[in-house]
T-cell receptor
Framework: GAGVSQSPRYKVTKRGQDVALRCDPISGHVSLYWYRQALGQGPEFLTY????????KSGLPNDRFSAERPEGSISTLTIQRTEQRDSAMYRCASSPGTSGYEQYFGPGTRLTVT | GIQVEQSPPDLILQEGANSTLRCNFS?????LQWFHQNPWGQLINLFYIPSGTKQNGRLSATTVATERYSLLYISSSQTTDSGVYFC?????????????FGEGTQLTVNP
């Protein structure tokens, strides 16, 4: 079946603009995760959902970052008033269970803030 | 939080050589995954291996959970094996299921 999809794949925005990044998980997957990956480093956790409930947002760097998953499927990560330091690869993953299950990653969204 | 250390940080091989990548972690885990990030940035699942041994073609992995380490073996390496290999773990705790990634091993396979 289809894997995790993300859109857009590339986003260039000007400093101060808001951006919304979308993640479409594998059908039926209960848990959805957002990670951010800087160049030359491993992905770092941002937040995750079980169904529509946001379980942990401790990895969000500040209050400009927010995420939602209103119907327990597609999720949106929103960054308000973007700054250059927000430039990174944003990765989404999903898993069929809530803990201890394999996570499957999407292709990522490369965000560049100019 | 849990610490994940990968070694070596960089590895250069000739095509056909074998290699072993190591991942050490600092706490009990209920998930350990190995990934390959190819030169196009895709993160590809290699193994889900919180314990035991698995093999998939030229690749195999072993996790010794009691000693908190995992090994990824690549045999008869090919140029397409080039990229960054990440180990990631999920700490065994009552809440939270985040993966914590190591810094990766950059593998270059020369023809």
């Amino acid at each position: 079946g289809a894997g995790v999809s993300q859109s857009p794949r590339y986003k260039v925005t000007k400093r101060g603009q808001d951006v919304a990044l979308r993640c479409d998980p594998i059908s039926g997957h209960v848990s959805l995760y957002w990670y951010r990956q800087a160049l030359g480093q491993g992905p770092e956790f941002l937040t995750y959902f079980n169904y529509e409930a946001q379980q942990d947002k401790s990895g969000l760097p500040n209050d400009r970052f927010s995420a939602e998953r209103p119907e327990g499927s597609i999720s949106t990560l929103t960054i308000q008033r973007t700054e250059q330091r927000d430039s990174a690869m944003y990765r989404c993953a999903s898993s069929p269970g809530t803990s201890g299950y394999e996570q499957y990653f999407g292709p990522g969204t490369r965000l560049t803030v100019t | 939080g849990i610490q994940v250390e990968q070694s070596p940080p960089d590895l250069i091989l000739q095509e056909g050589a074998n290699s072993t990548l190591r991942c050490n972690f600092s706490d009990s885990v209920n998930n350990l995954q190995w990934f390959h990030q190819n030169p196009w940035g895709q993160l590809i699942n290699l193994f889900y291996i919180p314990s035991g041994t698995k093999q998939n073609g030229r690749l195999s992995a072993t996790t010794v959970a009691t000693e908190r380490y995992s090994l990824l073996y690549i045999s008869s390496s090919q140029t397409t094996d080039s990229g960054v290999y990440f180990c990631a773990v999920e700490r065994q705790e009552t809440s939270g299921s985040r993966l914590t990634f190591g810094e990766g091993t950059q593998l270059t396979v020369n023809p």
